[in-house]
Structures are given as structure tokens and as C-alpha cells.
T-cell receptor, first 112, second 114 residues
Framework: DTGVSQDPRHKITKRGQNVTFRCDPISEHNRLYWYRQTLGQGPEFLTYFQNEAQLEKSRLLSDRFSAERPKGSFSTLEIQRTEQGDSAMYLC??????????FGPGTRLTVT | GENVEQHPSTLSVQEGDSAVIKCTYSDSASNYFPWYKQELGKRPQLIIDIRSNVGEKKDQRIAVTLNKTAKHFSLHITETQPEDSAVYFCAASRDTGTASKLTFGTGTRLQVTL
């Protein structure tokens, strides 16, 4: 499968715990995006990377959220001290420069 | 920032009929407008897109039109089939060479009935 992959697909955690998600983009894509989608809504932009540089972060991304793309390949999104409001689908997408964005299957986070 | 509004929120059509979904955007500098189809529990899937230098684009039963002056764009699906049933999202983006985040509409749930 040469598409965008995400791991894990589902994560259930207790409030206050830290969680980390991984995204593997399409191999030749230099841009990688993180979005969050809640039920009945469209995806909302969180942050994006061009190669290893994080170029933009949304105001939605509080201090508890951090993202990395250390070698310009895969990316991780960490949420510290999770809250119930963090429950959502976390989607990763990748693109080649300014072209089409292709999404991964998402990681569904449930905070209990 | 960009704001995208999408209508209707739900749309029910009979198989074989046409479906039209409309979106408006606020940032006149937006220059890229993709449409995504999302089936229940699946990833958003890019189905068609249009750039600001083009007024219309067609791919088999799907077409998108763009009116830059009015800042709105529409998705047209002809000869609808049951497998077209899904949630459709429009989005807008301003690709500056270093930034191309997508701002999505709130989605349209399309149901194609037999």
C-alpha cells in the first residue's frame, strides 16, 4: 500500500494521560499536514510541515500538543495531559508541494 | 482567516437524478478548491479539484464550477448512483508556495435512494 498510513487506528486513554500518534506519508511527498475531525464536522487544520520544518500551527493547537517530523519522512503528534475535549479523529495528509492532499485513515482518539 | 460555508447539510435524491452542492468562501486570495468524499468510517477521498484560473472542470459524472467574483463554487453529480451516498466536503486553500492548509466546509450528507 503506497498511500498515507497512520498508527494506531484507535486509541482509548484516560484523562490526563499522554498519547502519541504516527503518520507515514506517501514517500515522495514533502508536505505533511495534521487535521482534527469531530463528529459531523469537516476536518480542521492543526499544523503542517514542509520537509522537516514545521511552518504553521493553528490556534487550535494548544501547548499540550506537539508535532515533529524529524527527518522529513514520518511525523508524530503528541498530546500531553489529555482532556475529554481532545476526543476526535486525527487525520494526517500529505502532498507534493502545493498539489493535491491525500489523507490517511485517521487515528480515532477516545478520552475517558 | 478563511471561512467556508456549505449547503445543503443533507441532500436526498433518487437514483439517476442530479445533485448539486454549493460552497462559498471568504478569502479572495484562495486559489485552490478541492472536493472530498467521505464514507462512514473512511478517510476523506479527493474526488475533484479546481484552481482559480479555471471556471469549470469535469470528470465523468462529476463537475465543479467556480465563480471567483462571487466567491462560490459548486459540485455537480449527474446520473447519481447508490454508491455516491456519502458525506461530501468542499475546501479552500491559498497556496503561497510555503502554505496550503485546507479550510473545509461543514459537509453535505448525500443519500441516493433507489
Amino acid at each position: 500500500d503506497t498511500g498515507v498510513s497512520q498508527d494506531p487506528r484507535h486509541k482509548i486513554t484516560k484523562r490526563g494521560q499522554n498519547v502519541t500518534f504516527r503518520c507515514d506519508p506517501i514517500s515522495e511527498h514533502n508536505r505533511l499536514y495534521w487535521y482534527r475531525q469531530t463528529l459531523g464536522q469537516g476536518p480542521e487544520f492543526l499544523t503542517y510541515f514542509q520537509n522537516e520544518a514545521q511552518l504553521e500551527k493553528s490556534r487550535l493547537l494548544s501547548d499540550r500538543f506537539s508535532a515533529e517530523r524529524p527527518k522529513g519522512s514520518f511525523s508524530t503528534l503528541e498530546i500531553q495531559r489529555t482532556e475529554q475535549g481532545d476526543s476526535a479523529m486525527y487525520l494526517c495528509a500529505s502532498s507534493l508541494a502545493g498539489l493535491e492532499q491525500y489523507f490517511g485513515p485517521g487515528t480515532r482518539l477516545t478520552v475517558t | 482567516g478563511e471561512n467556508v460555508e456549505q449547503h445543503p447539510s443533507t441532500l436526498s435524491v433518487q437514483e439517476g437524478d442530479s445533485a448539486v452542492i454549493k460552497c462559498t468562501y471568504s478569502d479572495s486570495a484562495s486559489n485552490y478548491f478541492p472536493w472530498y468524499k467521505q464514507e462512514l468510517g473512511k478517510r476523506p477521498q479527493l474526488i475533484i479539484d479546481i484552481r482559480s484560473n479555471v471556471g469549470e472542470k469535469k470528470d465523468q459524472r462529476i463537475a465543479v464550477t467556480l465563480n471567483k467574483t462571487a466567491k462560490h463554487f459548486s459540485l455537480h453529480i449527474t446520473e447519481t448512483q447508490p454508491e455516491d451516498s456519502a458525506v461530501y466536503f468542499c475546501a479552500a486553500s491559498r497556496d503561497t508556495g510555503t502554505a496550503s492548509k485546507l479550510t473545509f466546509g461543514t459537509g453535505t450528507r448525500l443519500q441516493v435512494t433507489l
